[in-house]
């Protein structure tokens, strides 16, 4: 009889190890291992499936893959670091290694005022992002209006930076935290509000104000949307800023897709930061990112909360945030939405004092990875059950597919226009976005815009498993080529003429999504709004104007003079 419960146990054994292996998505994990010159991918048994071995400088922090192999590193420099520079995963590296392990770029960014630090995200252009602190006297510190702290600080900026050559390259964008400060504080100082919760698309100078102020460990990129997020450790914080600007937009408050520059368009996780009332979800937080297009929560942010549950039980957190075209709609005075975590998954024993990250994969499951002290990577179902544990060592330990991994990447796809027609180069297949949504049922090479706007297309490669999406082109209809179908005779724009405010009468768009387009004489999309009943256009110039309302009951356009 125990021989029969032993061989009972067996099977049983066997049944439940291989249901859980069936239920894991069958990819290759990622590991490169801080302080290592090495990296490897390893199969779901951790068997060795490839391995790179004498890269460029050590790890010093993140690996990704990108389509074809190519593998890249936040990578430590040996020389040239600045002094005096805060506690963190200091790197002032970046590498790129292709497939075999030759090394295609090798870029420096570090100097006296200056290093990169923690993450970088490889962007669909072939440019790179990295998170870099920048040295502000203690001078520059009290001026900027902190009165909480008095000592030099290294606040994060954000560089977008283009290989040119072996260890060449050129900044080609940058957004700096120190140009979208406030404080209420001292009114006779730089960055004065009367109100923190106000002026949520600023950063409270005075809040947890010290020398490693930010401490931004994780930093990710929407190619629909043109738009990064990235996470704060000492603010306990994830945040998205645009980036459609250009560099001295970024430094401002206006211009972008967004139309706010450089100001912060949407964060989540501490209300406290920007003097708001609601619960703090975040504690200590690592890898703020979007989740995949091709996973099954698309567009969700998501991240890894150490001390989410408790100080000794980190989760894996994801929100739907309060998107509306590219914005994030906030009621004034309070919090951004939601008002806790939509998803979370953790087990007990799942805890990382420090690091870690998440990534969502296209069967509903969830990698998890949790570095510190021991370092584990986990999978979880989308009910939220664990199915697979193992030792791994590296920061983010990240799942590819092997088509992802060797097959050559289809060249970066243009949009061009001719006759009010849009078309992508050749591909296997085509999807559209406008204005970072994706338009149902546009899988043609050629799209014939019905209103002006953003548009984006991705493409795949001929075993569609290797995506490339587009730069945004941004599409203007001539008024001539403005045509009202469905409901444009029931729907009312007034009062016309206007000194600025415009209504709309079709109470049926109420509840729904739609967006509004307002056109010049000479065919310039000067201004869009988004689910508005009203909208002001008293900061133009005087005269007619086109009034374009797209929604799912059709597209409506009336001409308005504005005479103010």
Known sequence: MKKLNNLFLAVAFLFLFNGSKAQQWDGYFLTAAKNATSATLYDTTWAVYHTWTGLAG???????????????????ATSGLPSGTPMGPICGRVTKHDYNGTLL?????????????????????????AIVYERKTAAEVIAAGC???????WPDKIIEIQPTGLTTGTIVWEWKSWDHLMQNTDPTKANYVTSLVDNPQLLNINYQAQSDWQHMNGVDYNPMLDQISFSSHNHDEWYIIDHSTTTAEAASHTGGFSGKGGDILYRWGNPIAYGAAGTTILNVTHDAHWADEFSTVPGRLCGYNNKGVSSSQSSADQIITSINGYNYTITAGTAYAPASYTSRKTVSGMYSSNEGGTQQLPNGNEIVCSPVPTGTVREFNSA????????????????????????????????TENAAIL???????????????????????NYTPTQSGNYVVRITDSNACVYQYSTTYIFT?????????????????????????????????????????????????????????????????NGNYFIQLTSPEGTATKQILLNK
Request: charge should be positive; hydrophobic fraction near 35%.
């Open 147 to 153: 009165t909480t702290y008095s000592l030099q600080m």
């Open 477 to 541: 209809l001539s008024p001539t080529s403005i045509v009202e179908v469905n409901f444009s005779d029931k729907l009312t724009f007034y009062p016309n003429p206007t000194t600025g405010i415009i209504n709309f009468s079709d109470a049926s768009l109420y509840g729904k999504q739609f967006s509004i387009q307002v056109i010049d004489q000479a065919g310039k999309l000067v201004k869009t709004f988004y689910n508005a009943s009203t909208i002001d256009i008293s900061s133009m110039p």
């Open 58 to 76: 050590s790890t010093g922090y993140s690996s990704y893959l990108m389509p074809g192999g190519y593998l890249w590193r936040a990578a430590k």
């Open 105 to 129: 770029w090798d870029y420096l960014i570090t100097g006296t005022n200056f290093v990169s630090h923690h993450d970088i995200r490889p962007l669909p252009n072939g440019n790179v992002l």
């Open 384 to 415: 939220g059950q664990l199915i697979y544990s193992h030792a791994g060592s590296g920061s983010k330990i990240k799942k590819y597919s092997a088509c992802f991994i060797n097959n050559t990447p289809p060249p970066i796809p243009t949009i």
């Open 423 to 445: 078309t992508a180069s050749a591909a296997a297949s085509y999807q559209w976005y406008l204005n970072g949504q994706k338009i149902v049922g546009a899988t043609s090479q």
